[in-house]
């Protein structure tokens, strides 16, 4: 493969976001292990097209209204993609494909696999332009941490899907053997009886009556070949977290019946209820909407990136306390589905069970179970992502890994910052 890249950088003033955008860029591509190149103008692109087979041409939507005769024809022997915001739309006989803004760096390695429709119009890409519903679909979502099942529940909900939920790989068993479900949602690390072994268990039920059962894998681990890792386990398909909307209606769409899906139902905000846990993988356009609202701040301001976004440009967001605290505020916004009062349960969510998860690390600590200290750990890591307390979801992730390794000198060398980060985060979200 060999991608072309062009986007006019010169509506930035600031030198620093031109390079970050670049420096995002560059690192998508080396990430992906694909051969790529920049142009910052058209003339760029044209000798781009001349020095080299281009397989995808990727262009910003304002490039693309500039000229969309040519790019339509360029379509006719390439793939080319436009990075749109949510309300743009192509014409029905538009050859080109569509990503919406914000996206994963995963949703583009899954266009680059071929995993979409020939046109960007096709149902492969129906969310954000092609808004559908999945009524009369149940669901178990299966998580050791009541915060993921809040957020879960809430955005599965917000589909129309009804969603039970249970703490536990044990429980979630029982279940299955007294209750039909049309899909399970399947936390892939928990304590004890973690999601491989919960899963086998499934497929046994009444001699394999679950044999072809959806089982999605939720995890916070999304590392390269993850897919294949999880086929291989028997789940059927994976999903990041904290859940990320353009992945998870790709995996519904792929794996439920088609009479379940309803198209051109918008879906509503979250239902009465919380849901999610974490995610650990890079999303590409999230950083870049970040990097546009530091561009769109009048020099010199003290505010952190995401603050001008979620406050609305007014100093009387009742967030405005975690921004100046680190919190990515628009973050935690985005995984609450922009609902505010949602996003306000999640963070009193969090902070009540602050002390509780606190004492649970601790004890695990002092005994030196440094495989459960991982997975307690790598919970707070995806709650903490979750507010957008993205710092605080680091350290997790570093104590995780080295918990996984039984690397006693650097946990010990860490613990103490990390309870010290959550104990005055929680203490933060007091007044929120």
């Known amino acids: 493969m060999c991608i072309g890249c062009y986007f006019r950088p010169e509506k930035y003033t600031s030198d620093e976001v031109r390079a970050y955008y670049d420096g995002l860029i560059l690192s998508l591509i080396e990430g992906l292990g694909v051969r790529g190149y920049q142009a910052h103008n058209f003339e760029g692109l044209l000798r781009l097209q001349n020095s080299y087979t281009l397989t995808h041409v990727f262009i910003a939507q304002p490039e693309y209204e500039e000229n969309p005769g040519y790019y339509e024809e360029m379509a006719q022997t390439q793939r080319v993609i436009v990075i749109a ?24 390695a899954n266009l680059l696999n071929g995993e979409i429709g020939e046109r960007g119009f096709a149902e492969d890409q129906a969310a954000g332009r092609k808004p559908f519903t999945c009524v009369g679909v149940r669901a178990l979502a299966v998580d050791d941490e009541e915060m993921n099942l809040v957020v879960a529940k809430g955005v599965l909900g917000s589909y129309g899907v009804k969603v039970d939920t249970c703490l536990s790989g044990r429980e979630a068993v029982t279940r299955c053997e007294t209750t039909a479900y049309d899909i399970i949602f399947l936390d892939h690390m928990m304590p004890g009886f973690d999601g491989v072994a919960t899963l086998k268990k499934i497929r046994e039920i009444q001699g394999g009556v679950y044999q072809d059962l959806p089982v ?58 919380l849901e999610d846990e974490e995610a650990a993988f890079l999303d590409w356009m999230e950083a870049v909407e970040q990097a546009e609202s530091i561009a769109d701040l009048p020099e010199k301001t003290e505010e952190p990136a995401g603050m ?16 100046h605290a680190g919190v990515n505020v628009q973050l935690g916004l985005d995984y609450c589905a922009g609902d505010e009062d949602f996003y306000r349960e999640m963070l009193g969510m969090f902070r009540d069970q602050g002390q509780g998860k606190r004492d649970e690390i601790i004890s695990l600590y002092e005994s030196a179970d ?15 992502l979750t507010i957008g307390a993205e710092a605080l979801s680091a350290q997790a992730k570093d104590l995780e890994m080295a918990g996984k ?6 946990i010990q060398a860490h613990h103490p910052a990390l309870l010290q980060a959550h104990q005055e985060l929680c203490g933060q979200l007091a007044g929120i």
């Open 308 to 323: 001008a976004e979620a406050s609305g440009g007014s100093s009387a967001s009742p967030f405005e306390p975690l921004a």
């Open 370 to 384: 440094w495989a459960e200290y991982a997975v307690k750990v790598h919970a707070l890591k995806s709650t903490a």
């Open 216 to 273: 999605i894998a939720l995890t916070a681990n999304t590392v390269s070949g993850a897919r294949e890792m999880f086929r291989s386990e028997g789940f059927t398909e994976f999903v990041p977290k904290p859940i990320d909307r353009t992945v998870l209606e790709r995996v519904l769409r792929k794996v439920l019946p088609k009479s379940s899906i309803q198209y051109n139902q918008k879906p509503g905000k979250k239902v009465d209820v």
């Open 85 to 108: 915001e949510r309300e743009f739309s192509l014409d029905s006989g538009s050859k080109l494909l569509v990503i919406h803004k914000p996206f994963s760096a995963l949703s583009v």
């Open 405 to 410: 390794r039984g690397d006693a000198d650097f």
